[in-house]
Each structure stands twice: as C-alpha cells, then as structure tokens.
C-alpha cells in the first residue's frame, strides 16, 4: 500500500485531515464512527481505485470519549453504551429507530457547515460515513440546501425515523450505496433493512449490498463503493 499524504485542516469548528484531488474537481466527504476518529477511514481513499482528481476529507468528530479502558476515540453526539452492552449480551438488536440524540443537532450543524464550505470549493460533494457517521450523512443529505451527489451508507441504522420519513424526499434523487452485515451484532441487520425501504419509499435509487459479516466494510464492499464513486465523478 502507498504512503496516503494528507494534510490537516480545520474547516467550521471541525479538524479534518485531507487527501488533496484536482483544483475544484470532485470529493468525498466521510464520517467516521463512534470511538474512531478522522484517521480510521484514511486508507479507504488508498483502497478504492477511483480518479485522482477526487479529493478526500476526512473530519474528526467534535466529541473526545473513552472508547475502551485506557483508549480515547471521538464521537458525533453521545451514545448510551449501556443500551448497546445489553444488546450484546441478549443477542438482540438495538432499535434506535425512534431514538433522538442529545447532541444531533450540533452535529448536523456542524457537518453541514464542513459540507457546504465543500460545495463552494469543488465540482460535486458525495457525503458518506460508517456507523455512528453513516447516521450523520443521511442527516447532511436530508436537510443541506443542496443535496449531495451521491450517498454513502457503511453499516448505518435508522434513527429519527418519523423526521426522516419527511426530510428523505428532498434527497430523492441522490444515488446512495448502502451495505451491512447480516451478523452485524452493534446495528442489526433488519434496521438496515427498514433504513433501505425509507430511502426507496422517499423515491432514493441505490444498491444495498448484504453482507456475511459483522460491523466492518469488507474488501467487496470497498471495491463497490469505488465503483459508485466512479459512476459519479468519472474515471
């Protein structure tokens, strides 16, 4: 694998580190989950074969947790882990469908705020994220002015669904890619399920990639998510 080069940047009140494209072409903008931070999904610019005019940015969510004992991550907005602990332990997925965030609301600002700069300075904007930052790209897409170019969906789940329900349709005609694990044992598989249907009833047009897995992004769907961008920005 290549050396990625990127330089940091701070953009709104977000830090980002970013792999510089073409002058004004086109870029990814990607989310990363709960307990990460802007450097887990770097390599994911290395891994897809797409053009290098595209240009990845990469933030780093506002928020410094405890990720585990003795390790510190970042996060959009707060989780209650004891929700997901015992979700673990059942064997049964966590429905967060009807769940509103503390905190979602700063995150969107914020990450509309990086998206919109985006827009001023390159050609397209595709909006993206996994997990925790899957659930904020869908929030990008439903409420910025102008809607993104394409959307990606890394084992994301619904959350806010009846808002959702009514912002999906100014989205409608953004190609979206979405995969999940069916073992996914943090996201259940059958919320991805009802995430893909609230797309496709808000008259969204995309694939949705099942996977044998757990919460990851395989190599297949990385190749795919490559093909994706591709059919947007070119080759």
Sequence with gaps: MSQIQSKPKTIGNLKTLIVEGATRGPAVLLFHGYGADAADLLPLSDLMNVSK???WVFPDAPLEIISAPGMRGRAWYPIDTSVLEKSLRSG?????????????????KSALTLYNELRTQHSAVIVGGFSQGATLALEVAFSAPVAPAG?????????????????ASRAQ????????????PLLGYPFAEKLHSLLT?????????????????PPKAIEKIGRFIGGIVGR
Excluded: Y
């Design 53 to 55: 005019k595209v240009t």
């Design 92 to 108: 049964e997925p966590v429905d967060l469908s009807s769940s509103n965030p503390q905190g979602i609301e700063n995150a969107r």
């Design 151 to 167: 959307l990606i969906i890394m084992s994301g789940t619904v959350i806010r669904e009846s808002a959702w329900r009514e912002l």
């Design 173 to 184: 005609d953004v190609p979206f890619f979405q995969c999940h694990g069916k073992n996914d």
């Design 201 to 217: 009833d808000a008259g969204l047009h995309g694939e949705f990639m099942a996977f044998s897995g757990g919460h990851e992004i």
